[in-house]
Structures are given as structure tokens and as C-alpha cells.
């Protein structure tokens, strides 16, 4: 009879000891659940740090080639590099032809446009969510309705002085125009700061833009809905800088400016392809859209719903720990001798 208390005792103790073990493993679940939730988030933030592929727009009177430079020091950063060529026929046809190529490029895109390439990008980017950046250097940037010719004509520049028109056919009857730099004003309109050895090549392998290039008017402004980073050349006597700069502000673009002509890629490579790491590194809150966006913790937490369950989840387990822990001290206090 004697040894009955000290039996109901042990009793107690053990259905104590289950109700700790029992809370210490919902504890144990709810981290495993946190794990679980929080893995996704990882894997995404994992994916936002792989590096974009940067596609190279060449402009018109130019080719991928003028990218030498800055593709270089891009891929000794680790960044794979594309420069297809532009067709120069047109804004419709070089934007749709570039659009798919795009399609081909896996993961992120950083997209880079010189000159005439501005106005392709512009059109070719828009729909294609992988397209993270756009990048303009000394180029042309039209909204909705707009052209290269009608840009000109508010921000006049040397251009006009520069070309010469050459008629063209091509098979099924085909007939346009072909617009090319004259040898003579090559060097001091389009690459003042080149060696004139240099500006003799570019001359020589030019490659021509069609009148439909700066005459067909932009049907979309990608850069309404995408970040954007501008390279301004002050120098610049294809493009006016001051129509440089007016884009740039319109579409709220990362800006700098250096004192370049209007080929800044060849000239000033390394400028080029900071401004372009810039655009590929930048997160989500240093790259403001033109469009409205939230914006304080309101936004943090729209942009990242599952670092958020998984911020609740963690918060309720270390509860659940914290209440297992508190009361394995109050049993262990209680069961002290007085």
C-alpha cells in the first residue's frame, strides 16, 4: 500500500513526459514545415542571382562586330553574350525577326540597343517577361507613334548631311531604298573619337539601313514596362544629345553620360559594359519602371509571398520551441525537494 503514491507519482511524470515530447514534436513539425515553404523561396532567390544572357542590338551603317569590345569584357565577367545581326529592312520586320530570336535565349535577358537598335528593342522586348533590362547607348528610344525621322525632326543632328541614298532590288520584284554614310563624313558625324585608319573600316563595311528603318513609327514602348538604363554620348552627331536625354527622362532611365561620339561601344567599351553590368545586377527595388508600383514593406511583401508564409511559419515554430522549452523548466522546478 505504501508504494502507491510513489506509483501515481511516476504515473504523473510519464504523462507529463508525453505531453512535452508531444509538444517538442509539433515544435519539430512546424520546422520541417517552415523548411518546406521556405525551400521554394530559396530556389527562386538562387535563379534571380544566376546571370542573364546579354543580347547585343547593332545599329544602323553597323554590325555585331562593333559589340568586340564589350563582348570581351562581358565574358571574362562570366556573362554568355549574343550579337545577332539586325536586318536593317525595317522597324516591323528587324523587331519581329529579333523578337525570335529572343525566344531561342534561355533564362533572363538583359536587352542592349545602339543607334537604330533603340527602336528595335523597344518593339522587340515587348510581351517577353524574361527580358529584365533594356539598355540604349546613344539611341534611338521612340514611344507609341513615334519614329526615328520624327525624333529627328524636333532634335536635329548631322545625320542628314551624312548619307546618301541608293536605290535597291531584291527577288520577287522587291524595290526600296538603301540609306549608307558617305565615305568623306563617316569619320566626323558617326565616329569622331576613332582613329581615321579605324573610320576608313567602318566606312568600307557599313552595312545599309533601309528608308523604313527611321520612317515606320514604333507600335509599342517596351520600356513603358520594363527598367531601363541610358548611355548618353555627349559627343554625339548621329543622334543630338539633347534627344538623348529627352528619351532617357521620358522613360525614366538609369542615365549616365561620357564624352564620346556616337559609336560609345567601340570608342569607350568599358563604360558601355559597366552601364550594362549595372542594368544586369540591379534588384528589383533599384530598377524603378515608368509604370506605377507599390511601394514600402506593402510591396515587399506582394513581391515575396512565400518569404512571407515562411516568416509566419518560422514565427510559430520557435513558439511552439519556446513553449516546449518553458515547460521542461517548469516540470524540472517542480519536481525540485523542498
Known sequence: MAASPALGSVGGRTRAHGRLRARVAAAGCAVAVCAAVAAPATAEDDNARRQPTVVLI???????SSWNGVIERLERRGYPVFAPANPLRGLATDSAYIASVLDGVKGPIVLVGHSYGGAVISTAAAGNSRVKSLVYVSALMPDKGESGQSLAARFPSELATATKAVPYRAGGGVRGTDLYLKRDRLHPVFAADLPASTARLLAVTQRPATTATFSEKAKVAAWRQIPS????????KTINPRQERFEAKRAHSHTVEINSSHVAMIAHPQAVTDLIIKAATATGSARPSPAAHPSGSRARAE???????????????AALLLGGGALLVGRRRRRRPR
Open 229 to 236: 538604363w541610358f548611355l548618353v554620348a555627349r559627343q554625339d
Open 303 to 317: 513581391s515575396r509571398p512565400a518569404d512571407t508564409a515562411a516568416a509566419w511559419v518560422t514565427a510559430g515554430a
Open 58 to 64: 547593332h545599329g544602323a551603317f553597323a554590325d555585331g
